[in-house]
C-alpha cells in the first residue's frame, strides 16, 4: 500500500501563518524520526487521503492537539 501513516493537522497552533509554507501545521509519527512537527509542503509530492473527524467540538478537539504537541519526541526508535 503507498499509504504508510496518517498524520494529523493542527492548522497554525505551533507556527503562525506568517510563516508560509514554513510553518509547522502536520504532527506527524516517523518509525525512524519520532513524532514530530512538520509543515504541510513534505506531503506536497506524496499520495495523500484526507479524512476529517465529524462531530467533534472544540473542547474535545483542543485537548487532542495539545496531548499531539506535547507527544513530540525526537526519536529515534529502538526496532527489533
Known sequence: STWSHAALYI?????????GEDARV????????????MPLSIFYERHKRICRPVGLSQTEIDPLVDYAIGSEDPGPYALP
Open 11 to 19: 492548522v497554525h497552533t505551533v507556527d503562525p501563518v506568517e510563516r
Open 26 to 37: 502536520i504532527v506527524e509519527a516517523d518509525i525512524r524520526e519520532g513524532i514530530r512537527l
